[in-house]
């Protein structure tokens, strides 16, 4: 078993404090790094953080098409969506209202790479809920960025548009070098999701 990261953590200044569930998904995947800039897949363990399975999610992007395919889902984030996910591309998942701002935030995951965190997150989707948000990158057996994982923490209460904040309008993103002591990466390790899809990519 492996225990929350503390805070504040080096690369992560200016980052508001995730929950300790989200601390200790972190922790899971910086295990999973082993000295590399971004953790392979098969490295990753869940057996580190039993009780979060269920809120738990993966998707692997298509090489050549750059589709987005779940390969895991939780119980608590099938439950959220009324369906399960597992096999699902994102346009069967998502709706077309932010469809593409969702795949724009994860292509900048894998291609930068780096760390989405959001606080208070709303998605069409599942708009009874609120959520917490942990979503990080993880390598193919060549090395290269392939997978999202990620970890949702949902909240029913939701009775509003206006009451939580969309996807892209309460989140920091995190770039892996940055983890490191990467000093190029630090004016972009507190900054907010654009809210033009077009400049999510």
């Known amino acids: 078993m492996i225990e929350a990261v503390r805070w504040p ?36 363990d869940p057996g580190y953080m039993p009780r979060l399975l269920g809120h738990v999610w993966l998707y692997a992007r298509d090489p050549e098409t750059g589709v987005y395919s779940n390969r895991l889902a939780g119980e608590a984030v099938n439950r959220a969506w009324g369906f399960s996910l ?8 998502f709706p077309a209202s932010e469809h ?61 548009d206006a009451a939580a904040p969309r996807v892209n309008m309460n989140a920091w993103h995190v770039p892996c070098a940055a983890l490191d002591g990467d000093a190029s990466t630090r004016p972009d390790l507190d900054i907010r999701v654009p809210d033009d899809p077009d400049r999510s990519s």
């Open 9 to 44: 953590m080096p690369g992560f200044e200016g980052v508001p404090e995730p929950g300790p569930e989200a601390r200790l998904f972190l922790a899971g995947w910086l295990a999973a790094r082993q000295g590399g800039l971004v953790p392979a897949k098969d490295s990753f």
């Open 86 to 93: 597992r096999g699902r591309t994102t346009s069967e998942i």
């Open 100 to 160: 593409d701002l969702i795949v724009g935030i994860w292509d900048r995951i894998l291609d930068t790479p780096l760390i989405h965190y959001g606080r208070r997150e709303r998605l069409d989707g599942t708009s009874l809920y609120m959520a917490e948000r942990m979503v990080t990158p993880l390598a193919d057996a060549d090395g290269r960025p392939r997978y999202v994982l990620g970890l949702t923490l949902y909240e029913l209460g939701i009775d509003s």
